[in-house]
């Protein structure tokens, strides 16, 4: 049950992470869903998969925020940033 | 173009035999200069180049950011108000990033003391310990390569009529632990010593430090700026009475650093800010409970996230040293290899003037070492504490890399420090001159 719950948020945060403006925050966000999804992939216990759900939970309104909060201003693009999302 | 690169080569080569080195060296600086400049006349101001100066500062990790804003807006209590609710709230924010901020160091939070910051920290820890007691102990040890918050606030004891001892460093920028034995004296305070050097990376045997301080009742102080949060640091098994920590070098606010002051056994320091009492009157004034908040959260980052930021601060560091000596012949590395953060890269480029090609890598946000002291062009005392002689000092960069630095930039820079070095080099009549086996260093200048 919580494993599926953890997949769904997981596929979320990856989403969100992805809208982040700035090029550095959007390459950080989603590198290190990847890591935390892979790390928890082969979580047995129960009780250690809901706390992850929980935290997982947070982080995504964290990152909710965060991507509204870096688009109300605009700044210069990256160098390497070839698909400003902005 | 070909016609200009003539015209350069020539007038380089005319520069190189000025006599006397100082004059050479301009010259050849202004040349360089020259040349560049009129290679980027066209830099877009659209676009951010690639940020290589995680020493300097780094930016707010997001997720700072975050748990900061509340206290931006709405809770803007006093943390030191007493009878509100306003206050209570604070002041709870206040005292959880105390917390946040001794378990990553395995502190207790009451040794925690905010400041403004790491300079702050080591002036209060250095004159702060000294002055105390300073009645019966007027010896403060140091090494060469502190940061200048450090040496100068030495430098203001010695005004005071202290006696101070600069520890020298090995090549490698190691601290040399028998210079350290030799130096101590029974009328010595404090040993003061930075665990990561911010120009060259090298980390210092801090435990054994530690221990021989302990050992002579000594107090330890160690400015952390570069290591707490990067590094694991446990202030009780490395036996750390004081140590400095900055906000802004670990993805927290800027304005806002603590100093670790250990209570057993406890050391006493003298407040350099006087005033309502804060901190038990170690550090008066209202304490900037937003700044605060981002410490603490910033602290607690670094610890959950550690192990993934220093792989990925390692992975990067190896590729990009790869990169570089792969493609370049002449690259040295200043600092330890071995006893080093891999987050801060300092290389000599033999030939190549280090200011010249920072101006031709516009696209890389780059610098020659401390940021207080890349507004001038004397060689970084870093360096010469080193042993480096005056040119190779000249020509360093310093690449800092952190926790959201990608693997596309530092390719994009390896790409680019390889291309800027081949084109300074080809401007070099000494780097050719060497190439074809003539040894520098025996050749006798002549003046025309
Ligand atoms: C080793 C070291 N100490 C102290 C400082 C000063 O820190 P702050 O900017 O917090 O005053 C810095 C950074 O500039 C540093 O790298």
Redesign the pocket.
Known sequence: MARNQLAKLYKQLLEESAKFSDYNFRCHSVRRMKYCYEKHLNETSDEKLEAIVTKAAKDLQVIQRQVVVGRLYAVEHHILDRDPTT | MQSFHKCTKLVTQCVSSFTLPVVREMAQKSVARATIDKGHSSWDENIRPVYMDA?ATTPMDPRVLDKMLPYLGSYYGNPHSRTHAYGWQAEDAVEKARKQIADLVHADPREIIFTS????S?NLAVKGVARFYGGKKRHVITSQIE?K?VLDSCRALENDGFDITYLPVQKNGMVCLDELDKAFRPDTSLVSI?FVN?EIGVKQRVSEIGSMCRERKVFFHT?A??AVGKIPVDVNEMKIDLM?V?G??IYGPKGI?CLFVRRKPRVRVEPIINGGGQERGLRSGTLPTPLIVGLGAACELCGEDMEFDSKHVEMLSKRLIDKITASLGGVTRNGDAVHTYPGCINLSFSHVEGESLLMALRELALSSG??CTSASLEPSYVLRATGSDDVLAHSSIRFGIGRFTTVEEIDYTAEHVIDQVNKLRDLSPLWEMEQEGIDLSKIEWTQH
Do not use: R
């Open positions: 020493q910051g790491a300079t702050e080591n940061h918050c930075m911010n400015d700026a570069q400095s900055s802004h070098k650093g401390s940021a």
